[in-house]
């Protein structure tokens, strides 16, 4: 079964991620990457395939000590034409701000979908200042479930100074889950530390996924917990690999060690793992298994 690393971010330094952002985001970790530092991390990581975003944070994102540099966009095509580099490899994931013009954005999911052949759209509600069930969004939703698209949902926190707390709870998901039945959501970073509320939204409701992307910052334990929580309301075959260009699989190999010395026996079985690591991205995003 194909391996895939459903959460991997793109962007050149300082033209499309100004330095002190990815410093305040990331800490250690600072420098471009592109299409070849995406497949030479996936290479180390024994992963085949990856979906790669850029995104648009202009309007909401900067710091008053470096006024000028408010240039946090790696646009979709340049994301198209880094992944055109290695079409077997990666896979184009829709990124950018749609209350800049919702009409535009849902013209903009159009286009992704159907000329650069883009198989996710990311949200980022807290970057941007909204709550995931803003009822300004709808027209997105619908657009997505036309397309047959699934949609990844940054939750949880994040390092970002001007991203607003209040923007990061998993429960706002609950309504899209009601509303619209048939869209894929799939919840990113599954609400951290606000677990147990990703845990429930993504048991309630059917077309909900999540995925662990940065955790490896939190350790093997967490994810033991949180896979034996999701196995208890029998949702632990909904969850995604991401890596948030950090993580490795050994997380969830570590996780799945934890379980033995605890219970005995894996949290995750083979075909669990094999459906983790990329069997279950495969069927949402149309990407040969
Ligand atoms: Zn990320």
Redesign the pocket.
């Known amino acids: 079964m194909v391996t895939i690393d459903c ?1 991997i ?1 793109l962007g050149l330094m300082p033209s499309q991620v100004p330095e002190w952002w990815l410093k305040e985001q990331f800490q250690g970790w600072a420098g471009s990457i592109d299409a070849e530092a995406i497949i030479a991390g996936l290479d180390d990581a024994g992963i085949e395939v990856g979906l790669v ?1 850029g995104g648009d944070i202009r309007r909401t994102t900067w710091d008053p000590r470096h006024p000028d540099e408010r240039n946090v966009l790696t646009p979709n095509d340049f994301t198209a034409s880094e992944i055109a580099k290695y079409p077997d490899r990666l896979y184009g994931v829709i990124g950018f701000d749609p209350l800049r013009d919702i009409r535009w954005a849902v013209d903009e999911i159009e286009r992704c979908v159907e000329e650069l052949d883009f198989r996710l759209l990311k949200l980022i509600p807290t970057y941007h200042h909204y709550a995931a069930d803003d009822p300004r969004l709808d027209p997105l939703y619908e657009k997505c479930l036309e397309l047959d698209l699934p949609v990844m949902i ?1 939750t949880g926190w994040t390092r970002t100074i001007n991203a607003p707390m209040e923007y990061q709870r998993p429960v706002q998901l609950d309504r899209i889950g009601r509303e619209f039945r048939d869209l894929v959501v799939i919840v ?2 599954l609400g951290h530390p606000w677990v147990d509320e990703g845990i429930a939204v993504v048991a309630k409701h059917p077309n909900f996924y999540c995925e662990f ?2 955790w490896s910052a939190y350790g093997p334990e967490l994810v033991y917990e949180s896979l034996s929580k999701l196995k208890m309301y029998g949702a632990h075959r909904k969850v995604l690999y ?1 890596s ?2 950090s993580d490795t699989k050994a997380l969830y190999e570590d996780a799945n060690r934890i379980a033995v010395e605890r219970d005995g026996e894996p949290v995750l079985d083979d075909e669990e793992m094999a459906l983790l690591l990329g069997g279950t991205a495969a069927r949402l995003c149309r990407i040969p298994a």
């Open positions: 959460h971010h975003q940054h990113a970073h992307a940065g991401g948030d260009n």
